[in-house]
């Protein structure tokens, strides 16, 4: 996880399927972010190269979850098949999603405050 001002970024890498278990891994970790109060989450898909239903509805549920706490939830770069999934179940006409990040986080500076964005972030992922 990076952050970058009081954005959360999850660099998700290789799958989120139900057989490997990443996928609960994933809910557990969104899960956990959203317990210690984080409302912004970006989540970055260029290097994940499968998804399955069971992350799908891990990323619906984090979504509906971040909403009604008055938070959000973004996309950045599906690719692949992921992007083919995430189209299948119209995820991408519900949930933002950006192909580059600087984008990504301006749309959280603009939704949330007027101010101007900060983009100096972390890029070193912490635990």
Avoid: W
């Avoid at 970058?4 to 969104?30: F, N, P, Q």
């Avoid at 600087?102 to 983009?119: C, G, I, K, V, Y």
């Amino acid at each position: 996880m990076r952050e970058c001002g009081d954005v959360s970024i999850l660099d998700l890498l290789g799958r989120s399927t139900i057989d490997a278990g990443e996928s609960e891994l994933l809910s557990k970790h969104l899960r956990d972010l959203t317990a210690t109060g984080k409302r912004k989450l970006l989540l970055n898909l260029v290097n994940l190269s499968h998804i399955d239903s069971s992350g799908v509805s891990i990323i619906v549920e984090m979504y509906v979850s971040v909403k009604r706490s008055d938070g959000e939830l973004k996309l950045l770069s599906p690719r692949g098949r992921v992007l083919d999934v995430l189209r299948v179940f119209r995820l991408l006409d519900v949930i933002p999603s950006f192909e580059d990040e600087t984008n990504a986080l301006a749309s959280f500076q603009r939704e949330f405050a007027p101010r101007r964005a900060d983009h100096r972030c972390s890029q070193e992922p912490r635990n």
